[in-house]
């Protein structure tokens, strides 16, 4: 007989069959088992991480506190901004000098102050001169060429000030009298000065009230920021006068160019500031000067008296080309052109140009006019044009006057408009 086939294969034993009962639930028990394992491993490795991360945050936390950021803040201010040497031939302006110290240094405080000059009269240089010899307590910024949003940034890094989270979480500036929301909506550089200076308002009282005395910030250089519109230039100014009013903190501002000094005026806060100005050298200074830059007498002599006068900016350009063998007469020729392109520009034909304008333009070559003599002349407007840096016909004083923009201006204008002295 045939085996038949099995019509099913036979039950397996019980204890045949545990392996397929254990495979199925070992399969699931060691599933649950990994899992288990997996997840306890994924813990632990999240509890580290989490760990180090607190550790880190707690340790930011304490190297970039609004205390440990003010307190570098304070030792910028004591230690004061390093002031590089002079490193040509340098001429004494022991008056300028010294009226600068004053600036720096005032007892009592009493107003922010802003030093104006013509470009190239030797502001920059005269500051830090009169910075160099003790430079505690001073803060020295210069404005370069930046982008305007960066103008805040680039203070905040002459100041060793750090922007970051913990320096304006919002119960620090509600301390402050500001919120979160005024700062986080704001636009760069807007949104920087705010933060910037609130801490600066809290190192100066430190620094008053550890050294008795308030300490000074110097900006230079911002007629580069009104260049950009005078808005961050007037919270600038408005800062500059209440840190004034309060005893604070001795702004100085320092502008490159007396065009500033009008847009400055608008503001409110100009009602607390001192205006000082840094004028050029003497001509006998100025000739001295090209001497020791190697230029003949005669040369030297006759450049200060035709062009110059005691404008650095122009003796510097005067003593380049009379070095590259170019004669007194042509340099002045170039100016000569420039200046009398301006006019023209301004004024078409310059046969047309009658009293009181002419006149006035020849009392000009001959000294200081009071600002409403000459506004009233030659109307605000033109006034303005005349003043603008791209033309620099007039430079405008402190003292409420104008005066031509320099020397060579002076004596084109007294050709081109016949003036004779009297
Ligand atoms: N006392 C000085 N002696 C020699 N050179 C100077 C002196 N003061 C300024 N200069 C030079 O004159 C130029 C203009 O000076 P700067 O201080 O930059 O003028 P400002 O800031 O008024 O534009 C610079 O090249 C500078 O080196
Ligand atoms: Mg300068």
Same mark, same amino acid.
């Given at each position: 007989m045939s085996a038949a086939a099995p019509a099913a294969a036979p039950a397996a034993a019980p204890d045949q069959q545990q392996p397929a009962f254990r495979g199925e639930f070992g399969f699931i028990g060691g599933a649950v088992a990994k899992a288990v394992s997996t997840t306890f491993i994924i813990l632990v490795v999240a509890a580290f991480v989490a760990r180090h991360v607190l550790d880190d945050k707690y340790t930011i936390a304490k190297t970039h506190s609004p205390e440990i950021v003010q307190a570098r803040m304070? &030792?910028?201010?004591?230690? $004061?901004?390093?002031?590089p040497r002079f490193e040509k031939y340098h001429v004494s302006r022991p008056d300028a000098i010294a009226m600068l110290q004053g600036v720096l240094r005032p007892a009592p405080l009493e107003a922010y102050t802003v030093v104006v $000059?013509?470009?190239g009269c030797g502001k920059t240089s005269a500051v830090l001169d009169a910075i160099r010899p003790n430079r505690t307590g001073i803060v020295y910024h210069i404005v370069r060429d930046d982008?305007?949003?960066?103008? @805040?940034?680039?203070?905040?890094? @002459?100041l060793d000030f750090e922007f970051n989270q913990f320096t304006f979480t919002e119960g620090y500036l509600k301390d402050r009298g500001v919120e979160l929301h005024e700062v986080t909506s704001a636009a760069e550089p807007f949104k920087s000065w705010v /933060?910037?200076?609130?801490? !600066?308002?809290?190192? &100066? %009282? %430190?620094? #008053?009230?550890?050294?008795?005395?308030p300490a000074t910030l110097v900006i230079d250089a911002v007629d580069m920021i009104a260049k950009q519109g005078p808005a961050l230039l007037h919270v600038i100014q408005n800062f500059a006068k209440s840190?004034?009013?309060? %005893?604070?903190?001795?702004?100085?501002?320092?502008? @490159? +160019?007396? @065009?500033?000094?009008?847009?400055?005026?608008?503001?409110s806060a100009m009602t607390r500031a001192r205006v000082v100005e840094v004028g050029d050298l003497t001509d006998e200074q100025a000739v001295d000067f090209l001497l020791h830059r190697g230029v003949n007498e005669d040369s030297a002599k006759r450049a200060v008296a035709e062009i110059a006068g005691g404008r650095f900016?122009?003796?510097?350009?005067?003593? #380049?080309? /009379?070095?590259? $063998?170019? %004669?007194?007469n042509q340099i002045f020729l170039e100016f000569h052109i420039g200046t009398r392109g301006a006019l023209r520009r301004l004024f078409g034909d310059l046969a047309q140009i009658s009293p009181p304008a002419s006149s006035t333009f020849c009392r000009l070559c001959r000294g200081a006019q009071?600002?409403? +003599?000459?506004?009233? &002349?030659? $109307?605000? +407007?033109?006034?303005?044009?005349? !003043? &603008?840096?791209?033309?620099?016909?007039?430079a405008y004083h402190p003292n409420k006057t104008y005066t031509l923009h320099s020397r060579h201006v002076q004596r084109s204008v007294s050709t081109l408009l016949n003036c004779t002295r009297p």
């Open positions: 304070l &030792a910028r201010f004591e230690a $004061g901004s390093v002031i $000059g013509e470009t982008l305007f949003v960066d103008i @805040s940034k680039r203070l905040a890094e @002459s /933060l910037l200076s609130l801490s !600066l308002r809290d190192v &100066a %009282q %430190q620094f #008053k009230t550890k050294h008795g005395h840190a004034a009013d309060e %005893q604070l903190l001795n702004v100085v501002l320092v502008t @490159s +160019d007396g @065009s500033t000094l009008p847009e400055l005026e608008e503001s900016v122009l003796l510097n350009r005067v003593t #380049k080309q /009379l070095g590259r $063998g170019h %004669q007194v009071h600002v409403d +003599d000459v506004e009233e &002349a030659l $109307g605000r +407007d033109l006034t303005k044009k005349l !003043l &603008a840096t791209n033309v620099n016909i007039l």
